[in-house]
């Protein structure tokens, strides 16, 4: 509660935050009915700082809910390919499944104008970690122009993370998904459902019940988040999972998921993602411009196995951030002029990459 501001004054505050949210009319006649009973309780003297508070941030997390908000997906497959190529060396395969799984949500959208709820299985990316996983999830995205969420499960040990508490409990708030939707201020996002494979083992029947009906068409219309309690519609929020391996995910999950295997890299196509995909993007993100380091091509194979064997590119992109940040070093402290370039070659790697 401010205190700078009369208590008559905050409660209006609510009352037009409410009027302003264009809620649906039946919770809307729910929080108008909140507010007006705290308005009396506070005039006779029975409401206390308490009740404002748990109001305040109830109507506060609801009046922020994209109940009527959703971005305009751009259905032009010729644009995913280019994203999916710009941001994924090779993957033919996936890529050529992941098309073919948009052509199919793009006809059903362009069909079905009035009905734009998500009819598809949802895709289930498994693979080794640094494998890409992630990253195509995010792709999809910036391909369709639909903001892009990260719930991840890796640890989460109860449903309610998920599905929130219920406001008779102190400090109760509500679950990662209606999180996602306020922050991402859109109905119809990409969400990614990280590493549904590694949450905690006690939790797993209860996360594994809520994520039946995230993934269900015909749930998800209703889902309620126990601290919100009103439904909210998840139809058009596309769900992407990702796993290491299927081992620990139910059944019931697994019938609502499409697999897609991601392959491991081998040496050619590490040291091409590396050079022409990772290494720019870390010039960019350091503030290094690409004349400024120069890595010997003979180096590469010592770079992308810095550690031995890796499936990924995990480590790979470790190995040139620390080029790259000790370079930026260099520069700032005055070791190396900006117009000089830092070559890194066999006698110079091991001051660059701890071996």
């Known amino acids: 509660m401010d205190q700078a501001?009369?208590?008559?004054?905050?409660?209006?505050?609510?009352?037009?935050?409410?009027?302003?949210?264009?809620?649906?009319?039946?919770?809307?006649?729910?929080?108008?009915?909140?507010?007006?009973?705290?308005?009396?309780?506070?005039?006779?003297?029975?409401?206390?700082?308490?009740?404002?508070?748990?109001?305040?941030?109830?109507?506060?997390?609801?009046s922020s809910l994209p109940f009527e908000k959703e971005t305009q997906d751009v259905m032009d497959l010729t644009k995913v390919k280019q994203v999916l190529d710009k941001n994924h060396y090779s993957l033919e395969n996936i890529k050529s499944t992941i098309?073919?799984?948009?052509?199919?949500?793009?006809?059903?959208?362009?069909?079905?104008?009035?009905?734009?709820s998500v009819k598809a299985p949802i895709l289930c990316l498994i693979g080794l970690v640094g494998t890409g996983k992630t990253t195509l999830a995010v792709s999809i995205a910036?391909?369709?122009?639909?903001?892009?969420?990260?719930?991840?499960?890796?640890?989460?040990?109860d449903s309610l993370a998920l599905r929130g508490q219920s406001r008779s409990f102190p400090d109760a708030?509500?679950?990662?998904?209606?999180?996602?939707?306020?922050?991402?201020?859109?109905?119809?996002?990409?969400?990614?459902?990280?590493?549904?494979?590694?949450v905690a083992e006690h939790a797993r029947p209860d996360i594994m019940g809520v994520l039946i009906e995230l993934l269900d068409s015909e749930q998800n219309k209703f889902f309620t988040d126990h601290?919100?309690?009103?439904?909210?519609?998840?139809?058009?929020?596309?769900?992407?999972?990702?796993?290491?391996?299927?081992?620990?995910?139910?059944?019931?999950?697994?019938?609502?998921l499409e697999i897609i295997q991601m392959p491991s890299y081998n040496d050619e196509e590490k040291t091409i993602i590396g050079k022409d995909f990772i290494f720019p993007k870390i010039l960019k993100e350091n503030g290094l411009?690409?004349?400024?380091?120069?890595?010997?091509?003979?180096?590469?194979?010592?770079?992308?196995?810095?550690?031995?064997?890796?499936?990924?590119?995990?480590s790979l992109q470790r190995t040139i951030e620390t080029i790259c940040r000790k370079v930026?070093?260099?520069?700032?402290?005055g070791k190396v002029a900006k117009d000089q370039a830092v070559t890194i070659n066999a006698q110079n790697l091991r001051q660059f990459v701890p071996m």
């Open 5 to 62: 501001l009369p208590i008559d004054l905050q409660i209006q505050k609510l009352e037009e935050k409410v009027k302003a949210a264009n809620l649906p009319s039946d919770l809307l006649e729910k929080v108008d009915g909140m507010v007006l009973l705290l308005r009396s309780s506070i005039k006779t003297g029975g409401g206390t700082f308490t009740d404002f508070e748990n109001i305040s941030n109830y109507v506060n997390w609801v």
């Open 289 to 314: 411009q690409p004349s400024q380091i120069v890595i010997d091509q003979a180096l590469w194979s010592s770079i992308i196995r810095p550690l031995g064997y890796d499936s990924g590119t995990r």
């Open 142 to 157: 910036e391909a369709m122009g639909r903001k892009f969420e990260r719930i991840p499960f890796g640890g989460m040990g």
């Open 328 to 333: 930026a070093r260099m520069i700032v402290e």
């Open 227 to 256: 601290y919100i309690d009103y439904p909210f519609d998840l139809s058009q929020v596309l769900f992407i999972a990702t796993a290491n391996n299927t081992t620990n995910i139910s059944t019931a999950v697994l019938d609502r």
């Open 99 to 116: 098309l073919e799984y948009l052509s199919s949500l793009i006809l059903n959208m362009q069909i079905n104008q009035t009905d734009k």
């Open 173 to 198: 708030e509500p679950g990662l998904v209606i999180k996602k939707l306020v922050h991402a201020q859109s109905k119809n996002p990409v969400i990614l459902l990280d590493e549904l494979d590694r």
